[in-house]
């Protein structure tokens, strides 16, 4: 089943804050965050995993959140480039399955 | 290290047709994953190679194969094309088998048209 994310789209201007969330109603052993720009592939930004391991990006923080079975990305600062479709993904079926969510549509003004 | 690259970058066929796409994964990466984006769907898992066997399947008619060299590269076949096919397939590697662990690198994608 499909991870759910919010909000769906959110505007910021430079140098503010921002945080996208992801829930599953099926039990997490990891997060993946990805953003992909316009026209661009994805690019790998951080995994979260169960325990509390984080492998990823300098400049972005993440929370996992087993019990409730959600993850959340803190965009602290943001940047014109922190613009872009924001997605996570978990693997689904005993790990058959790579499942992302529909995507958070984030974009920084100046 | 070179990234990701699959070819052709862009494609058009008309319904009934068969299309198959290629990816070159990152110098030591074993495993391959394929995935199709679309505004409706959005990114939708396709299947997983690793070691040219595939390991992980999602939910995509028969119409959809794959297969992975001993070089690691992989192709994806889609046959009787659709117009539903029409989207942008991606193909991510990973240096392991891809997990709950494994970091995927996405290539820039082929974008397929069908007519």
């Known amino acids: 089943q499909q991870p759910v994310q919010s909000p769906q789209a959110v505007i910021l201007r430079e140098g503010e804050d921002a945080v996208i969330n992801c829930s599953s109603s099926?039990?997490?052993?990891?997060v993946h965050w990805y953003r992909q720009k316009h026209g661009e592939a994805p690019v790998f930004l951080m995994i979260?995993?169960?325990?509390?391991e984080q492998k990823g990006h300098e400049k972005i923080s993440a929370s996992f959140n087993e019990k409730k079975q959600q993850s959340s990305l803190y965009l602290t600062a943001s940047q014109l480039s922190y613009s872009g479709t924001y997605f996570c993904?978990?693997?689904?079926?005993?790990?058959?399955?790579?499942?992302f969510g529909p995507g958070t549509r984030l974009s920084v003004l100046p | 290290k070179a990234g990701v690259t699959q070819t052709p970058r862009y494609l058009i066929k008309t319904r009934g047709q068969q299309v198959t796409l290629s990816c070159s994964p990152i110098s030591g990466h074993r495993s391959v994953s394929w995935y199709q984006q679309t505004p409706g769907q959005g990114l939708q898992f396709l299947f997983e190679y690793f070691s040219e066997t595939q390991r992980n399947k999602g939910n995509f008619p028969g119409r959809f194969s794959g297969r992975q060299f001993s070089n690691s590269r992989s192709e994806m076949n889609v046959s009787t094309l659709e117009l539903g096919d029409s989207a942008l397939y991606l193909c991510?590697?990973?240096?392991?088998?891809?997990?709950?662990?494994?970091?995927?690198?996405f290539g820039p994608g082929t974008r397929l048209l069908v007519l």
């Open positions: 991510a590697s990973s240096l392991g088998l891809a997990g709950v662990d494994e970091t995927q690198y």
């Open positions: 993904g978990t693997w689904d079926n005993y790990g058959q399955n790579f499942v």
């Open positions: 979260l995993l169960k325990g509390g």
């Open positions: 099926k039990a997490l052993y990891s």
